[in-house]
């Protein structure tokens, strides 16, 4: 385990497939796995890209990929499908764009689906971000595929999130709803040469009201991704917010509740990890189960043993 | 809490109210207030109605509630949508059909939505199935508005589990993508009026061989909700099913199963509040959090303190 971290420290794209599936198979030596990885510390910058589908979100970040690379800049891209449960790279249009920048050993692309829980998703996404930073990438790019309570969870590694929209969708009031207008950094406004720009624009702005931004205001920026427009424009905002996350204390408080979070989310899975083994180790527990049996009674006696038993 | 305890078990709705809402908003006597409705046993039928959006599961409930109610039998229905972040009766679907069965004491709707998490969503809605099932109900009907991973999560919790489908939708390649395909024990064609029902009926099969349906395999029923029809051979059907759970081994068995998810989820829960108090109760751990730190090794400090503490 110790060879494939290094493996991917040095760069190996190979590791570093392997690394992720690891993740996402829950690989019994995923946590040791991990914790040697986060010793690198957060470098890459992550960016989060959500919005209803059709906003046209796959191109958007194709042309990002493309004008990171030109700027001679490394990206690794996580494409997460909650809806559906095939994974590894099996999406066909994930399979078109990874054979697009095959050649180029600075682009990294893979797909993320369910697989048993969405919670398990959000976890094994935020795994996949924290292994392609250990391996040196510049960005690495979490793009989902909708705007729910998944793609919340998920964008909450998020060092700046990018919620895209197109001109009359009616998407405003779904992102508002989902409560992804509290999460927004950046709002994207792509697809902007169909009418009813100024309209969304409007729109925005009022919605922006009621939710608090204290700190950062997020932009309003205007892209066609089908004609590389707005895209350097884009970038530059990115970095914007990047800077306001290192340099000033509402950034670093920001990043401060992230690592909260991350560490909320590896106690928690830890502690269960190792009270399901505990649990799935004894037959005569499983054995004592008979339908119509008070779960909270058994609960209580499980977890006093394992506490006996690890505390 | 005794009291409100007492104040469901004698059906009183009110009281049925305000225990949903304790049980939503994570009253600090939640947990100790679930293990006294426990003690009920699982007594009513719960079941689980999914199924895309705009296939008429709204009125296909109404009806339900209408038949249910005909043959002397007592119902609540809990409405979930993982998509809005809005709660307690707020949806104005909900809100009409509330009005209508308003003075029936025997009818209960209540309609739950996002706070916070997911997670948070699928454990709030199973534990006010549970709360509904102590209050005396005969059916405790779960309905959600979409075809994800959320529903699949939330659907656990039902004994018998409904998918509705309509004609020529395209609905059944989503649904076998979500993993719906597994859960269902019922497929429900509704606005089988509408041409395309042959076809998608032959869909189905074709799907159904390729999913293991060992000991009960799922009747493809066929509704009209807006003329009223089937929904008598749907409740025969549910009543079948709730006897082959009770009669059989196989049916025993996924009782035990789901009992064994219970715990789990209670275990989970009661772990992660009590963990999550611990460190909260600390200024000391807050204050020593910096970006960049290595969440791993805080994680392991965390966890270990709260073992030496509490275990």
């Keep these: 385990m110790k060879a494939l971290v290094e493996r991917v420290r040095s760069q190996d794209q190979r590791a570093l497939a392997r690394a992720i599936s690891f993740v996402e198979n829950d690989h019994p030596d995923k946590l040791s796995m991990l914790s040697d990885f986060a010793k690198t510390g957060h470098r890459a910058h992550y960016i989060g890209i959500t919005g209803s589908p059709g906003a046209g979100k796959s191109s958007l970040v ?3 990929i493309t004008a990171v690379r030109q700027a001679g800049k490394t990206i690794a891209v996580i494409a997460v499908d909650p809806t559906s449960p095939f994974s590894g790279g099996a999406l066909l249009g994930d399979r ?3 054979h697009k920048h095959f050649s180029d050993p600075d682009v990294f692309i893979r797909s993320m689906a369910t697989r048993g829980s ?12 924290r292994v392609c930073n250990a391996y040196g990438f ?3 790019l979490v793009e989902t ?4 309570q998944s793609e919340l969870d998920i964008m909450k590694v998020a060092d700046t999130t990018a919620v895209v929209l197109t001109p009359n969708s009616g998407d405003v009031l779904q992102i508002f709803k989902a409560g992804i207008m509290e999460i927004a ?3 994207v406004i792509n697809k902007a040469d169909l009418p009813g720009v100024q309209k969304l624009k409007t729109q925005l702005s009022e919605f ?6 204290e700190h950062w205001v997020p932009p309003i920026l205007e892209t066609i991704s089908t004609e590389n427009k707005g895209i350097d424009e884009l970038l530059h905002k990115v970095e914007q917010h990047h800077r306001f996350l290192q340099q000033t204390e509402a950034g670093r408080n920001k990043q401060t509740r992230q690592l909260t979070f991350e560490i909320y989310d590896i106690i928690r899975e830890q502690i269960w990890l190792d009270v399901k083994k505990f649990i799935e180790a004894d037959d005569e527990k499983q054995n004592t189960l008979k339908a119509g049996k008070n779960p909270y009674t058994i609960a209580k006696e499980w977890l006093r043993d394992w506490k006996r038993e690890r505390g």
Excluded at 145 to 148: I, T
Excluded at 208 to 213: F, L, N, P, Q
């Design 145 to 148: 595929v909708g705007v729910g």
């Design 62 to 64: 194709d042309r990002i």
């Design 185 to 187: 950094d950046l709002f």
């Design 118 to 129: 969405l919670g398990g998703l959000a976890r094994s996404t935020k795994d996949a971000v």
């Design 208 to 213: 922006m009201h009621i939710v608090h931004h």
């Design 96 to 98: 078109f764009r990874m």
């Design 138 to 140: 510049d960005y690495v």
